[in-house]
């Protein structure tokens, strides 16, 4: 801007010359003196506009050094959080590494203190209390066999199961081959008939929860009725019991009517026909199990979310296959949609998570036994302190007594048998050896 208006300016002195040479009048002089003026007025304004430019441009170049110098903070900031989070998780890990290994030593290091002091305290007795103390000591021994015959019980337990592992897992392949297999086969035999159906995915639905190795009327209910908020009853298939007094909820009563259509359809364009009414069935069936709002029952502890059992694996693959956002929306409306097999193996799932629960209560009343048995262990030490004290007060009393009787002058013995000198009649005769102590 600047160099076009020197140009400019330029340019009307030239002009201005030329009129001046060429005579024009004064009237055209002033006119071009004026505009030269304003010229040179717009010539220091923009002077100074670009002044002020360059002034923000540097203060703009410092605000963004500026934000370069915040931004590398915080990105140092962040690259610091993540370390510490690595550490403290690595630190956790090391934890619950210790937890375990300090779970183990339990018993054994209880055993070794228990014997450690029942040998520190034996010592003191003598061997004159060595038959009442072993007759006080055998049902403290018994118990402590008893409590690690209980420990190592548990411990062959879990072991056990470990070993096992690869079986139950080869067992639960066989099961859920086998239920498919039982489901298709029924399936073909049903012939349309919905009722049907709905009752024979509750028997399906059984057999799978009898097969998964959880007790029945213990860790599940089938055909449970509750009562919802308003006082409704409802009655779902099947309620799983979860540790820590939760549930979950399963629902069979879908209907494979257009399934069964879709397997015997002699041609594609049925196929798509009866796909989609089975789509349609399921998504009808996923509102209304939502609907029901089973998690909010009255006094059941349940997750946000109900199972709804498809007893045909196939019928299963079909539907995702046909609409494959079937799952996704299905978990908006709070329902998970399963197969035999995958039920199965969350009904596994929760099976080991109740047999770990029952070893963890196992370990707490291990440990509340061996509270109480140290308890008991404390109070015999103490009672035989007791006792102990008692048998050195009588034996004191004891060598008192047998003092006052045969030493001293006017001492019992010496008295009596004056009275047998002095003539008294006697069938038996004092023992010599108190008669030497007397003297």
């Given at each position: 801007?600047?160099?076009?208006i020197?140009?400019?300016?330029?340019?009307?002195l030239?002009?201005?010359?030329?009129?001046?040479?060429?005579?024009?009048g004064?009237?055209d002089?002033?006119?071009?003196?004026?505009?030269?003026?304003e010229?040179?007025?717009?010539?220091?304004?923009?002077q100074q506009?670009?002044?002020?430019l360059?002034?923000?441009?540097?203060?703009l170049?410092?605000d963004l050094?500026?934000e370069?110098?915040?931004?590398?903070?915080?990105d140092?900031a962040?690259e610091?959080a993540?370390?510490?989070?690595?550490?403290?998780?690595e630190?956790?890990?090391g934890q619950k590494k210790e937890?375990?290994?300090?779970?183990?030593q339990?018993?054994?290091?209880?055993?070794?203190?228990?014997?450690?002091?029942?040998?520190?305290?034996?010592?003191k007795f003598?061997?004159?209390?060595h038959?009442?103390?072993t007759?006080?000591?055998d049902?403290?021994?018994?118990?402590?066999?008893?409590?690690?015959?209980?420990v190592?019980?548990t411990y062959q337990?879990?072991?056990?199961?470990r070993?096992?592992?690869?079986?139950v897992?080869?067992q639960l392949?066989?099961?859920?081959?086998?239920?498919?297999?039982e489901?298709?086969?029924?399936?073909?035999?049903?012939?349309g008939?919905?009722?049907?159906?709905?009752?024979?995915g509750?028997?399906?639905?059984?057999?799978?929860?009898?097969?998964?190795?959880?007790?029945?009327d213990q860790?599940?209910?089938?055909?449970?009725?509750?009562?919802?908020?308003?006082?409704?009853?409802?009655?779902?298939?099947?309620?799983?019991?979860l540790?820590?007094?939760?549930h979950?909820?399963?629902?069979?009563?879908?209907?494979?009517?257009a399934?069964?259509?879709?397997?015997?359809?002699e041609s594609?364009?049925?196929?798509?026909?009866?796909a989609?009414?089975?789509?349609?069935?399921?998504?009808?069936?996923v509102r209304?199990?939502s609907a029901k709002?089973?998690h909010?029952?009255?006094?059941?502890?349940?997750?946000?979310?109900?199972?709804?059992?498809?007893?045909?694996?196939?019928?299963?693959s079909m539907?995702v296959?046909e609409k494959?956002?079937?799952?996704?929306?299905?978990?908006?409306?709070?329902v998970?949609i399963?197969s035999?097999s995958?039920?199965?193996?969350?009904?596994?799932?929760?099976?080991?998570?109740?047999?770990?629960?029952?070893?963890t209560?196992n370990?707490?009343?291990?440990?509340r036994?061996?509270?109480a048995?140290y308890?008991k262990?404390?109070?015999?030490?103490?009672?035989?302190?007791?006792?102990?004290?008692q048998l050195q007060?009588?034996?004191?009393?004891?060598?008192?007594?047998?003092?006052?009787?045969g030493?001293?002058?006017g001492?019992?013995?010496?008295r009596?048998?004056?009275?047998?000198?002095?003539?008294?009649?006697?069938?038996?005769?004092?023992?010599?050896?108190?008669l030497?102590?007397?003297?």
């Amino acid at each position: 801007m600047l160099v076009t208006i020197i140009a400019l300016l330029a340019i009307v002195l030239v002009v201005l010359f030329l009129k001046r040479k060429e005579g024009s009048g004064k009237e055209d002089y002033e006119q071009l003196r004026s505009q030269k003026d304003e010229m040179a007025l717009e010539l220091a304004r923009s002077q100074q506009r670009e002044e002020n430019l360059i002034g923000e441009r540097a203060d703009l170049k410092e605000d963004l050094e500026k934000e370069r110098g915040e931004r590398l903070k915080s990105d140092r900031a962040l690259e610091s959080a993540h370390a510490y989070l690595q550490a403290q998780q690595e630190k956790l890990d090391g934890q619950k590494k210790e937890i375990e290994e300090t779970k183990k030593q339990f018993n054994l290091e209880f055993q070794h203190i228990a014997n450690q002091i029942l040998e520190e305290k034996t010592k003191k007795f003598t061997e004159t209390n060595h038959s009442s103390i072993t007759l006080l000591l055998d049902p403290l021994k018994e118990k402590i066999k008893t409590f690690e015959e209980k420990v190592e019980k548990t411990y062959q337990h879990e072991s056990a199961e470990r070993n096992v592992l690869k079986g139950v897992v080869e067992q639960l392949m066989q099961q859920s081959m086998q239920i498919r297999n039982e489901a298709n086969n029924l399936t073909r035999a049903l012939k349309g008939d919905s009722k049907k159906q709905g009752n024979w995915g509750e028997v399906i639905l059984e057999r799978v929860l009898e097969r998964s190795g959880l007790l029945k009327d213990q860790e599940f209910r089938l055909q449970a009725s509750v009562t919802d908020e308003d006082g409704k009853r409802l009655q779902p298939d099947a309620i799983i019991d979860l540790p820590d007094d939760k549930h979950l909820i399963v629902d069979a009563k879908i209907s494979l009517v257009a399934y069964e259509k879709w397997v015997n359809a002699e041609s594609e364009e049925e196929q798509k026909i009866f796909a989609r009414q089975h789509i349609q069935s399921v998504e009808n069936h996923v509102r209304e199990l939502s609907a029901k709002n089973y998690h909010e029952l009255y006094r059941i502890q349940s997750p946000d979310f109900v199972l709804l059992f498809m007893p045909i694996e196939s019928a299963l693959s079909m539907s995702v296959r046909e609409k494959p956002d079937l799952f996704s929306d299905a978990w908006d409306r709070k329902v998970v949609i399963v197969s035999p097999s995958t039920l199965l193996a969350t009904l596994r799932t929760i099976a080991s998570m109740w047999k770990q629960e029952r070893q963890t209560r196992n370990v707490l009343e291990i440990a509340r036994e061996a509270g109480a048995l140290y308890d008991k262990f404390v109070g015999f030490l103490q009672d035989m302190q007791q006792v102990e004290g008692q048998l050195q007060r009588a034996m004191e009393r004891h060598q008192e007594a047998t003092k006052k009787l045969g030493t001293g002058a006017g001492n019992i013995i010496r008295r009596v048998e004056n009275l047998k000198e002095l003539g008294a009649k006697a069938n038996k005769q004092i023992d010599r050896k108190y008669l030497d102590e007397e003297e």
